[in-house]
């Protein structure tokens, strides 16, 4: 029997480890955590005859394994899976994983460093209103080998939906999407990629290996870094068509429509979500859609339904005249200032948790110029009130948990004539949650609460 190794019980993990199974494979999965969470995972894995290891690193060299797959949190290049890679081990990601079972069906991978879930859902969404199984998974939160399970005991999907990170993108090898869409590109995640360059050789790469390909013509790197690389890929440009080489090919916006090679498909307003950069997420989401052969009216339909997306400047509830409003997904600096810019000014900003490097300039001249005041939290309070302080903006306090933030935060919103609180962290959740998603919810909860 053939033995498989799984690094990492998240969710991505523990359907690799079930798909494996499925496949035949004698799996083993680890963890360098121990929790009662994990022990119960550990247990129902163990039910289905698969073995957890807590509290444990992979050791290649000690263990009789033929392939490691690797979760999305976990570095590629940690020194235990190159030395698996020294020693012939066969070693991917599990979104390669997941490409190998479903390859049957077409794939769209979406990626960039921002609006890759908007675009995504967007898609998904879509085609679905279109009468079509398409899934989305991936980075949205439903693990890629969650699908493969579901299609070995059914059928396959029409489409694949993925909304694919970096870190899963450099863990695979053959994965070849239909179609390829990137979103925008700004430095993150340079901790675990180290420079620019190599953050975007590696986005290049799943575009490179996409039959076709959708390209934010707005994003300023990409019009400087990619325009040259993919000269007949599908760009798109909210500011329009002028602002295109070869806008038959393109999508762009005209009158207040969103148009794909010369054809209006939806109004823009029928989309509920604010801000420009959704726009675009729009434009991107209809040319899949075009390239794809989907009817404008299910386009249209779909968009006019789309609720929008959770933690991603969600509207939660209005308290006294004020809109409370978690972007709690912003996880970065870029991310952050565009979720400021799409709000009503002045707002209440709720900002910190575990930071990550990068270029603060526009986030801090957006506070200085929409922010009555700015609420602090976790990790990054101190830090973020020296940059506050360099750039001379002082109406910030430091409250450190979210739950002095909230009603604080309604609170200086009466006092100042706030017309909105927003979450918006520009950082990361692990040093007070376990991801992005139970950081939003605790702010919606403590929302209602008022």
């Given at each position: 029997?053939?033995?498989?190794?799984?690094?990492?019980?998240?969710a991505?993990?523990?359907?690799?480890?079930?798909?494996?199974?499925?496949?035949?494979?004698?799996?083993?999965?680890?963890?360098?955590?121990?929790?009662?969470?994990?022990?119960?995972?550990q247990?129902?894995l163990a039910?289905a005859?698969?073995?957890?290891?807590?509290?444990?690193?992979?050791?290649?060299?000690?263990?009789?394994?033929?392939?490691?797959?690797?979760?999305?949190?976990?570095?590629?290049?940690?020194?235990?899976?190159?030395?698996?890679?020294?020693?012939?081990?066969?070693?991917?990601?599990?979104?390669?994983?997941?490409?190998?079972?479903?390859?049957?069906?077409?794939?769209?991978?979406?990626?960039?460093?921002?609006?890759?879930?908007?675009?995504?859902?967007?898609i998904?969404?879509?085609?679905?209103?279109?009468g079509?199984d398409?899934?989305?998974?991936?980075?949205?939160?439903?693990?890629?080998?969650?699908?493969a399970?579901?299609?070995?005991?059914?059928?396959?999907?029409?489409?694949?939906?993925a909304e694919?990170?970096?870190?899963?993108?450099?863990?695979?090898?053959?994965?070849?999407?239909?179609?390829?869409?990137?979103?925008?590109?700004?430095?993150?995640?340079?901790?675990?990629?180290?420079?620019?360059?190599?953050?975007?050789?590696?986005k290049?790469?799943?575009?490179?290996?996409s039959?076709?390909q959708?390209?934010?013509?707005?994003?300023?790197y990409?019009?400087?870094?990619?325009?040259?690389?993919?000269?007949?890929?599908?760009?798109?440009?909210?500011?329009?068509k002028?602002?295109l080489?070869?806008?038959e090919?393109?999508?762009?916006?005209?009158?207040?429509?969103?148009?794909?090679?010369?054809?209006?498909?939806?109004p823009?307003?029928?989309?509920?979500?604010?801000?420009?950069?959704?726009?675009?997420?729009?434009?991107m989401?209809v040319?899949?859609?075009r390239?794809?052969?989907?009817?404008?009216?299910?386009?249209?339909?779909?968009?006019?339904?789309?609720?929008?997306?959770?933690?991603?400047?969600?509207y939660?509830?209005?308290?006294?005249?004020?809109?409370?409003?978690?972007?709690?997904?912003?996880?970065?600096?870029?991310?952050?200032?565009?979720?400021?810019?799409?709000?009503?000014?002045?707002?209440?900003?709720?900002?910190g948790?575990?930071?990550?490097?990068?270029?603060?300039?526009?986030?801090l001249?957006?506070?200085?110029?929409?922010?009555?005041?700015v609420?602090?939290i976790?990790?990054?309070?101190?830090?973020?009130?020296?940059?506050?302080?360099?750039?001379?903006?002082?109406?910030?306090?430091?409250v450190?948990?979210?739950?002095?933030?909230?009603?604080?935060?309604?609170?200086?919103a009466?006092?100042?004539?706030?017309?909105?609180?927003?979450?918006?962290?520009?950082?990361?959740s692990?040093?007070?949650?376990?991801?992005?998603?139970?950081?939003?919810?605790?702010?919606?909860?403590?929302?209602?609460?008022?």
């Amino acid at each position: 029997m053939a033995f498989a190794y799984v690094v990492g019980l998240g969710a991505s993990g523990i359907a690799a480890a079930r798909l494996l199974k499925q496949e035949g494979w004698q799996v083993t999965v680890s963890d360098a955590n121990d929790s009662e969470a994990l022990r119960q995972v550990q247990q129902d894995l163990a039910a289905a005859g698969i073995t957890v290891l807590l509290g444990d690193r992979v050791a290649p060299e000690a263990a009789k394994m033929q392939r490691i797959v690797v979760s999305p949190g976990v570095r590629w290049d940690l020194l235990a899976l190159l030395k698996a890679r020294e020693l012939g081990i066969e070693t991917i990601g599990e979104m390669e994983l997941a490409w190998r079972s479903l390859s049957s069906s077409p794939w769209i991978a979406v990626t960039g460093t921002n609006g890759k879930t908007t675009t995504t859902s967007l898609i998904a969404a879509i085609f679905q209103a279109a009468g079509l199984d398409a899934p989305a998974c991936g980075n949205i939160g439903y693990a890629a080998c969650e699908v493969a399970l579901r299609d070995r005991s059914t059928h396959a999907p029409d489409w694949v939906i993925a909304e694919i990170s970096s870190y899963q993108i450099e863990a695979t090898s053959t994965l070849s999407p239909k179609i390829g869409i990137w979103t925008t590109f700004t430095p993150d995640h340079l901790n675990r990629h180290y420079t620019l360059d190599n953050y975007y050789a590696i986005k290049a790469k799943l575009l490179n290996q996409s039959e076709q390909q959708i390209m934010n013509g707005d994003d300023p790197y990409l019009r400087q870094h990619a325009l040259n690389q993919w000269p007949d890929a599908c760009w798109t440009s909210v500011a329009g068509k002028q602002h295109l080489a070869h806008p038959e090919r393109g999508a762009y916006l005209e009158d207040g429509w969103a148009v794909f090679g010369g054809d209006r498909i939806v109004p823009v307003a029928a989309l509920r979500m604010v801000g420009r950069h959704n726009h675009q997420n729009l434009l991107m989401a209809v040319a899949a859609a075009r390239l794809a052969g989907i009817d404008p009216e299910a386009i249209a339909h779909a968009i006019a339904a789309f609720p929008g997306v959770p933690h991603r400047l969600e509207y939660i509830c209005t308290w006294n005249g004020i809109d409370l409003i978690n972007d709690s997904k912003a996880t970065n600096y870029d991310a952050a200032q565009v979720g400021l810019a799409s709000v009503a000014a002045p707002a209440i900003l709720i900002a910190g948790g575990e930071p990550k490097a990068g270029d603060d300039t526009s986030w801090l001249a957006t506070i200085q110029a929409r922010a009555a005041a700015v609420l602090l939290i976790g990790n990054a309070a101190a830090s973020f009130s020296q940059r506050l302080e360099q750039v001379g903006f002082t109406q910030y306090e430091i409250v450190e948990t979210m739950e002095r933030a909230v009603p604080r935060g309604a609170e200086l919103a009466q006092q100042l004539g706030a017309k909105v609180v927003l979450l918006s962290p520009a950082c990361a959740s692990f040093d007070q949650y376990a991801n992005f998603e139970q950081r939003g919810d605790d702010f919606r909860q403590l929302c209602k609460q008022l």
